[in-house]
């Protein structure tokens, strides 16, 4: 589906995310794309971790120092569907 690749920035409130690219993700069996500026193709086995965290999918990658931040309209969606494949995959 569509999403939005986001950065986060600290604030005095906190931490807030904001858009800096649109692009596509695709999820396949063992890795997930994301087609924007520059492709990204991140092996599931390679995703420690995933969580939402207000309304954005943090993915932590093995071998990444930063997450990577995805808006989607549907993150609930998007996040089932990797945790299942992470899970099958262990």
């Not at 890795?31 to 420690?48: A, M, N, P, T, V």
């Not at 995933?50 to 989607?72: E, Q």
Request: proline share 2%; charged share 30%; net charge positive.
């Amino acid at each position: 589906g569509v999403i939005s690749l986001n950065s986060r920035r600290k604030s005095k409130h906190g931490y807030f995310y904001y858009s800096v690219a649109a692009g596509k993700l695709k999820i396949y069996d063992e890795y997930i794309e994301i087609i924007s500026d520059g492709d990204k193709k991140i092996k599931i086995r390679d995703i420690l971790d995933i969580f939402i965290d207000d309304g954005v999918i943090n993915l932590i990658i093995d071998n990444r120092k930063t997450p990577i931040y995805i808006s989607s309209e549907e993150p609930t969606y998007i996040l089932a569907i990797i945790s299942k494949l992470k899970k099958n995959k262990t």
